[in-house]
């Protein structure tokens, strides 16, 4: 892969880091996890929930030059007018966007020719950290902060994605090597954990996300955890007394962060509520003020159901 301009920032006398740091630091890691690809990898999409690892690394890049360099360089032109028509993803307010079900389409910019525009907006991004001043006020650092956690998101999405598109390959092309150990024969067991009122969401006061806020609390049925040959299983009991098991979990942000389990799909999502009772389960993708829906964006979705 074309390598970014190397880091030459300081870290601050009290040692903790700056922004400019911080930005090579987290964009660095996203390279490192393609580093494994082949060229071919970067453009496959294998299904429409999934990402080609070629869109991730302009749509991250277009995020810095779309909300940092066009706002605070004056007279600052886009590298590419096109690639804020294909990088956009569901920022409406911005523009037009390329269909994401469409994205494993486009053979055309290239691989390399993203890279070398991810090349260019670190460039860019480099001299405006550098020329950084607090006289700029908080709503410059905060931009930076906010699009390197949405490129850390990214770089959780880039996994899975990867993951999935190297999965349905008849050849089996293993990502990365994993160390075989000791442990790994050690027979796995399914860990009780006690369900109750728990609190959910974060309250320091560093960074966090509008939707990880306020802290509330959750009642949480008792439910049981398995680790196996380092993939993680949940087993899960409903009050109804339905056990249920859930594979391909993913964990976020690391030790005691949020369990995200990816089990629906829009249609398994509608077959549930079927098997629940429900009758006339319909997904809403256009507004329907007559009965109160507003539908926009495409990441979420609307539904309406009888019983």
């Not at 790994?184 to 959910?200: A, K, M, N, T, Y």
């Not at 009642?219 to 249920?244: A, F, R």
């Amino acid at each position: 892969m074309q390598q970014s301009r190397l880091l030459d920032a300081k870290k601050n006398q009290n040692g903790s880091r700056t922004l400019l740091e911080s930005f090579f630091e987290v964009r660095s890691r996203t390279e490192e996890l393609c580093a494994p690809l082949e060229t071919e990898d970067f453009v496959i999409q294998s299904m429409d929930d999934v990402s080609p690892p070629k869109w991730h690394l302009g749509h991250t890049s277009w995020f810095f030059e779309t909300f940092l360099l066009t706002r605070y360089i004056p007279d600052y032109k886009p590298y590419e007018k096109l690639y804020g028509y294909l990088f956009n993803s569901y920022y409406e307010t911005i523009g037009d966007r390329w269909a994401r079900a469409n994205r494993g389409l486009l053979s055309r910019p290239t691989v390399k020719e993203v890279l070398r525009y991810r090349a260019y907006i670190n460039d860019r991004m480099h001299d405006l950290l550098k020329s950084f001043e607090q006289s700029r006020g908080s709503d410059f650092a905060f931009l930076v902060e906010l699009g390197l956690h949405h490129e850390q998101q990214h770089q959780e999405l880039l996994l899975t994605d990867i993951k999935h598109l190297l999965s349905i390959n008849p050849s089996k092309p293993v990502y990365s090597a994993a160390e075989t150990s000791e442990s790994s024969s050690v027979p796995s067991r399914f860990v009780g954990i006690q369900g109750g009122v728990c609190e959910v969401g974060y309250a320091g006061s560093d960074f966090s996300f509008d939707n990880e806020r306020p802290r509330h609390r959750v009642w949480l049925n008792d439910y049981q955890l398995q680790k196996s040959n380092g993939e993680y299983v949940l087993k899960n009991v409903t009050k109804n007394g339905l056990k249920q098991v859930f594979k391909n979990l993913v964990f976020h942000g690391g030790k005691g962060a949020t369990l995200e389990m990816r089990v629906f799909s829009e249609s398994s999502l509608m077959r549930e509520f079927q098997r629940a009772g429900f009758r006339n389960v319909t997904i809403h993708k256009t507004p329907n003020f007559e009965h109160g829906i507003y539908w926009q964006y495409e990441w979420s979705l609307i539904l309406s159901a009888r019983r």
